[in-house]
């Protein structure tokens, strides 16, 4: 999944990536859209179209955005829009295996924290929020599916995916 996304990105086809910050999908299911806003709770500023699966690949594109800032249970992000804030409940990430299998959930936001466990490839997973160590991004994620549902644990960047056509959220 990671390979289709880097050849993605490189030919164009998706957002724009925002160096050493971490790309998630907004998974928003109101059809009317999703709100960018000029602060936490603040006014409007922008609407990231809604995206079904027959979408054109511009929309479904434009649900990819980068985390810039976490305040509290909001993100500031950057889109292709410009920039503005999310509630996190409106973002989300798929897991992705790693060169060593199924991604690991980490205790904390470092390479040698203690692991939690795996969690299965292509998991639907919440941001909570985000880290950068030593230029990985880690992310903070609530577990949505299967048996560590509920869990909160670090996933590195190498674990996590944001891609617009293969997630796990079009199920």
Known sequence: MKK???VL???GLAAPAFAGQPGVLVVDPDKAGTNVRDAPSGRVLDIIPYASASSPDSVKERRVVNLLANEGKWFKVA???GEGYVHHSMLGVCTSATE???PVLLKA???NARSMGRVADGTRARPLAFFMQNDVAY???EILEG???GTTGWLPEQAFSAN???SCWRR
Do not use: E, H, Q, T
């Open 164 to 166: 617009p056509y293969a």
């Open 9 to 11: 990105f490189a030919l």
């Open 79 to 81: 889109y292709s829009g």
């Open 109 to 111: 936001p470092r390479d």
């Open 147 to 149: 048996p560590r549902k």
């Open 100 to 102: 060593d299998g199924d």
């Open 139 to 141: 992310l903070n994620v």
């Open 4 to 6: 289709l996304l880097a």
